[in-house]
Nanobody
Framework: QVQLVESGGGLVQPGGSLRLSCAAS????????MGWYRQAPGKQRELVAT???????NYADFVKGRFTISRDNAKKTVYLQMNSLKPEDTGVYYC?????????WGQGTQVTVSS
């Protein structure tokens, strides 16, 4: 059973920064695609960023130039550095591990951008 534990959320003012972490309890972490998603109140969960085993990355248009996804395979952790935060970035942020046998989700971490 894979467990994913997110951390790093909180309350930040517009224009501020946060770094989210997602630690995975799995072997061979380096071979898996990892993603960050978010869900705002009353809205569907949406993809924010993806990082592949090769290290290549994809971003949603609404975070390009502001957010950076990265991974540390030795620590089995994926990160999301969020800069220039906006109120519309508010939501619960989830990480996902993609496996052929099924995907795994973390419990989520709340990010609130407000003055």
């Amino acid at each position: 059973q894979v467990q994913l534990v997110e951390s790093g959320g909180g309350l930040v003012q517009p224009g501020g920064s946060l770094r989210l972490s997602c630690a995975a309890s799995t072997t061979n972490f380096n071979i898996y695609t990892m993603g960050w998603y978010r869900q705002a109140p009353g809205k569907q969960r949406e993809l924010v960023a993806t990082i592949y085993s090769s290290g290549s990355k994809n971003y949603a248009d609404f975070v390009k130039g502001r957010f950076t996804i990265s991974r540390d395979n030795a620590k089995k952790t994926v990160y999301l550095q969020m800069n220039s935060l906006k109120p519309e970035d508010t939501g619960v942020y989830y990480c996902k591990l993609v496996r052929l046998t099924g995907d795994y989700w973390g419990q989520g971490t709340q990010v609130t951008v407000s003055s």
